[in-house]
């Protein structure tokens, strides 16, 4: 069983930053992609970045600029990410999932809140 939980929201103005984690625990881990996806008030939950088995990491074309997916570190039992979010917008306000996927199985945190006010 894979266990994954975010940390690092919270309120913030706008023009601020905020660095989220992500960790994907397990016996036998193998994780092989991560995701970051948000969802906002009233909208769809949506894509914000990924970083695929290969090492290649993509953010959404909205976010590029502001957001990206500095590292993602693995070990046995344990795979972390990060998201590093600056020029915050009131927009950004959602609640933030972490997504792992293993052998084809999708693993979801609880998500994590950020805040921003203008």
């Known amino acids: 069983q894979v266990q994954v939980v975010e940390s690092g929201g919270g309120a913030v103005q706008a023009g601020g930053s905020l660095r989220l984690s992500c960790v994907a625990t397990?016996?036998?881990?193998?994780?092989?992609?991560m995701a970051w996806y948000r969802q906002a008030p009233g909208k769809q939950r949506e894509l914000v970045a990924n970083?695929?088995?290969?090492?290649?990491?993509?953010?959404?074309d909205s976010m590029k600029g502001r957001f990206t997916v500095p590292r993602i570190s693995r070990a046995s039992a344990e795979t972390t990410m990060t998201l590093q979010m600056n020029s915050l917008k009131p927009e950004d306000t959602a609640v933030y999932y972490c997504?792992?996927?293993?052998?084809?199985?999708?693993?979801w945190g609880k998500g994590t809140l950020v805040t921003v006010s203008s």
């Open positions: 397990g016996s036998g881990l193998s994780i092989g992609s």
């Open positions: 970083i695929l088995p290969d090492g290649r990491a993509n953010v959404a």
């Open positions: 997504n792992a996927r293993r052998f084809g199985k999708d693993y």
